[in-house]
């Protein structure tokens, strides 16, 4: 027998069913949000990862628990991400080599880095510095250019492997400059800077924030950075830019994603507060060391910018010839 009911009841129902994802929506967080940091505690990742957990967690008044889940250069705790429910509890530390330069080598990635997920703030992130052992006859990036093209392909350079951007930026220098350098892929940036000191090889190509200690102590020879402009920290250390490379403007940025479909207003929220972090004076004193300078880009602005980042690095990696550890 067919039910009739009455207008007032179908109308609360209606009402009853739309309200039903805002008021979940509104509820967020109300449980425990997971940040899973797809490297090894204590590199640029982690740090960024857990000062911006702490904060998140002080803000929302909930528990933001970071979760290192390492392995394929980053690919393995992605993969993890992407494959979970969008409900705003299971979140990840993304960047330029779990996002950008896995998805572009020859083996690629299980998930498309656009696709599959929710880009959602942007942190920032270490530029990349060339340095050469100090005995080596050439005291700026120009210098080195005219040693190098006197002996094409006698030179080296290590960087911390296969497809990184350490590896990325040398290589693009190569192409700009016209000069012939041999690639020694390591399996991390301290055994290139221990052989870099020991005379190994003849160059580095590495991020700023691990070279730093290296480089302040007079054992490795900066020759430029590829930040945009010079850091507060290292006013003696010239940019790519500026030695004559204005394509070479690059970082290895880290930034907040999640699953594809998380709600509109669970992002908001959270690329505001990842902003308002970052702008805290604490944070900004932690991250200058590094050479982090942050960003604010909104979410749709930021998932452009992945975008653009794919574009740029594609034809710069199938040039390289990188391939997968």
Known sequence: ??????????????????????????????????????????????????????????????????????????????????????????????????????????????????????????????????AVDPSVPAKDLKEFVSLAKGKPGTLSYGSPGNGTQGQLVAEL????????????????????????????????????????????????RALAISAAQRLPDYPDLPTFAEMGFPELVATVWFSLSGPAGLPPEVVSRLNEEVRRALELPEIRQRVKHDGIVPNRLDAKEFTAFVGDELRRWGPIVRASGAKND
Do not use: C
């Open 173 to 220: 220098f190569k192409q700009l400059a016209g000069i012939d350098l041999l690639h020694v892929p390591y399996k991390g940036a301290s055994a290139a800077l221990t052989d870099l000191m020991a005379g190994q090889i003849t160059a580095v190509s590495t991020t700023l924030s691990t070279a730093a200690g290296q480089i302040r102590a007079g054992r490795a």
């Open 1 to 130: 027998m067919l039910e009739i009911r009455p207008m007032k009841t179908l109308l609360a129902i209606a009402l009853l069913a739309l309200a039903a994802p805002l008021a979940s929506a509104q509820a967020w967080p109300a449980k425990p949000v997971k940040i899973i940091v797809p490297f090894a505690p204590g590199g640029s990742a982690d740090t960024l990862g857990r000062l911006v957990a702490q904060r998140l967690s002080e803000a929302l008044r909930q528990s933001f628990v970071v979760e290192n889940r390492p392995g394929a250069g980053g690919v393995l705790g992605s993969e993890l991400a992407a494959k979970a429910l969008p409900d705003g509890y299971t979140l990840v530390v993304s960047g330029i080599a779990s996002h950008v330069i896995a998805p572009l080598l020859p083996q690629g990635t299980p998930y498309d880095p656009l696709r599959d997920f929710t880009h959602i703030a942007l942190f920032g992130g270490p530029p990349a510095v060339f």
